[in-house]
């Protein structure tokens, strides 16, 4: 598809997939399809997405020249693209420039990327068409009010760690057992 790009490990951006995408398509074993445009579907692409047995949720976002992404729409894309459940997912626009750049900026600062990085970003996909109005929407977003899109590893629980060091180390132990055991046994 247009603009086809891969933003993480399992998660893609693209324009709107057209039939002759469809077989490529296919080899990603997609599980989501999030769309950010509520036009009618192409033909056959209903069919596809049944047929490979993908989730398809639509949002009918309005073009980002004509208003902002609402924080609410925002939120609401982010809890389905920040769920690896939902891996490997497509999220796309028409041509994956403005709106699709718009969330993946987004999804970008909720895991602190640098905003210059952003941008650049954002203007490799949207030239020669770059909306200063985007821009001014992932420059001046405030991630307070969203998660973390792809959470941190945190540590497994004190008591967890500790059951798992003593079965490494009775596992250790009982080796060193067997094996100078079976050594015994050969000497004899």
């Not at 004509?66 to 891996?87: C, F, G, H, Q, W």
């Not at 900026?105 to 952003?118: P, Q, V």
């Not at 941008?119 to 001046?140: G, H, L, S």
């Not at 991630?143 to 059951?163: C, E, G, H, N, S």
Request: hydrophobic share 40%.
């Amino acid at each position: 598809p247009v603009n086809f790009a891969v933003v993480l490990p399992g998660l893609y951006r693209s324009g709107y997939p057209k039939a002759a995408d469809y077989p490529f398509i296919r080899t990603l074993k997609l599980k989501t399809i999030v769309t950010l445009v509520g036009k009618d579907l192409p033909d056959g692409y209903q069919q596809f997405v049944e047929a490979n047995h993908i989730k398809h949720e639509i949002f009918d976002m309005a073009g980002t020249k004509k208003a902002e992404i609402p924080i609410k729409t925002m939120r609401s894309i982010l809890s389905i693209v920040s769920d690896r459940k939902n891996y490997p997912l497509l999220i796309h626009c028409n041509q994956g420039k403005h709106r699709t750049g718009c969330v993946v900026g987004i999804l970008r600062k909720t895991n602190e990327w640098d905003t210059a990085s952003i941008i650049r970003e954002y203007t490799k996909f949207a030239e020669p068409k770059v909306r200063e109005t985007d821009v001014k929407y992932i420059t001046d977003f405030k991630v307070a009010d969203i998660p973390r899109a792809v959470p941190k590893l945190t540590r497994a629980p004190y008591f967890v760690r500790t059951f798992y060091g003593m079965v490494m180390l009775a596992s250790f132990s009982l080796s060193v057992w067997v094996y100078s055991g079976a050594k015994l046994l050969i000497l004899t």
